[in-house]
């Protein structure tokens, strides 16, 4: 190793024992933790600021009481009027025959691929970087014994169609090789950082797909993320995929549910589906009644939480000194992701840092924040934005990494 490295990475060092030493005066005195969500500074100057992800919203007392007061009944009977609601309404939304409420998005993606790729040993092909292949623990193999094929995922979302259509195989019936039925795409991309795939894009695909004999799904958590982004009704994005599945409980702020949309044909047997692997609740019209909320009353506050991610990232791109790399263009909607310039600072220890408070910081901000963060794919650190973060929070968190920044700088400038 050279002694410039030794030099860096013992600077590094010292930025997180600096936080250490704080610690040292005392627990209570110098390093809180605070567990509420979007806190206003408290008595002790105290904010925390949750950018983890846009699942951690809780129910407001709009939601909690139609939660309370909705009408049930037994939903694996078909009989609970307000899941009933809630798929129809959700059905029309997207511009689909029928929807279905299943408890998770990662059940929904996986009851896509099980109804898509009837056959044992059917293939899908998918982003190599998409949540379905990446984070749900293989489930399409493990549990629906689904053969998956991958293609690069490009930093806006997409992939090459020519790579695409380069691995539908054309073998079948020939006993050599699985059957091309599925190709799932996700909108907005989560790992690259919320981007929004374009109609063109999805235009094409579905043309390919068609002529091809393949099926279209869309991995669409945050697809209303990305309607509200380009300014149009999610039935004009999903007009170009056969299928669905629409998260509830991320940006929408339900505590749970996501909807899959399809043909009746296909969602009838996703009922099956569901139930084989647990899904079939019974009086489930107390979270639906949550769902109805999400899908009528969230929808159009979504621009606020774009407008703060891009406001956040601006902020890391004048930070001086400048520690962020952010690439303002590339922000569509509420996840950001950005990296640190000096490489010998970990992401990991970074948000951990960002996430502890020192007296320093009280002294030069006038509160402690706490800014929740998590190391993300490709050395990169994510930030999302969600109901339970306002302005001041997005302010008072720019704050602080430009605090951090400053601390980083007097320490790197100091001999070691
Ligand atoms: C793009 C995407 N798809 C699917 C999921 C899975 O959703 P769930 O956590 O409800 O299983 C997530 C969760 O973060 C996601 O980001």
């Known amino acids: 190793m050279s002694s410039k490295a030794v030099s860096v990475s013992a600077r590094a060092f010292l930025f997180f024992m600096n936080r250490g030493t704080a610690a040292g005066h005392g627990a209570a005195r110098a390093v809180r933790r605070y567990h509420a969500r979007g806190a206003p500074a408290g008595p002790l100057g105290l904010r925390t600021v949750d950018l983890r992800s846009d699942t951690v919203t809780k129910p407001g007392p709009a939601m909690r009481r139609a939660m309370a ?13 307000t899941v009933n609601e809630l798929q129809k309404r959700a059905a029309e939304l997207f511009g689909m025959e029928a929807a279905l409420f299943v408890p998770s998005g990662t059940m929904s993606n996986l009851i896509a691929v099980m109804v898509h790729c009837s056959e044992r040993g059917d293939e899908m092909i998918v982003g190599n970087l998409s949540h379905l292949h990446v984070y749900e623990q293989g489930g399409s193999a493990q549990l629906a014994g689904v053969h998956s094929t991958t293609v690069a995922t490009r930093p806006d979302g997409t992939f090459n169609l020519t790579e695409l259509e380069d691995k539908i195989r054309h073998g079948y019936p020939d006993p050599h090789y699985p059957r091309s039925r599925l190709v799932c795409v996700e909108n907005t991309h989560n790992i690259q950082g919320g981007r929004v795939l374009p109609l063109s894009f999805l ?82 019209g107390i979270l639906a009644a949550a769902g109805i909320l999400a899908l009528t009353g969230m929808v159009d506050r979504l621009k606020e939480d774009h407008h703060r991610t891009r406001t956040f990232a601006q902020a890391l791109k004048q930070c001086d000194p400048p520690l962020y790399e952010v690439d303002v263009a590339a922000v569509a909607t509420n996840i950001l992701c950005f990296r640190l310039s000096d490489p010998s600072l970990s992401p990991a220890d970074f948000c951990e840092r960002a996430a502890t408070v020192c007296e320093d910081e009280v002294r030069v901000l006038g509160q402690g924040v706490q800014v929740l963060m998590f190391p993300h794919v490709g050395g990169t650190i994510r930030a999302v934005w969600h109901m339970g973060i306002s302005d001041d929070d997005t302010q008072a968190a720019a704050e602080k990494l430009y605090f951090l920044a400053q601390q980083y700088s007097k320490q790197k400038s100091r001999p070691c």
């Open 69 to 81: 007061e909705a009408e049930v009944g037994d939903d694996v009977f078909g009989e609970d009027p």
């Open 203 to 284: 235009q094409e695909l579905h043309s390919l797909a068609d002529h091809y004999g393949v099926v279209v799904h869309m991995d669409g958590a945050r697809v209303m993320n990305a309607a509200v982004a380009l300014g149009v009704s999610p039935s004009v994005i999903l007009q170009y995929c056969h299928t669905v599945s629409v998260c509830l409980s991320k940006g929408l702020g339900a505590p749970v549910g996501t909807m899959l949309a399809g043909s009746n044909g296909f969602v009838q047997r996703a009922v099956r589906a569901r139930k084989v692997l647990g899904g079939g609740l019974r009086q489930s």
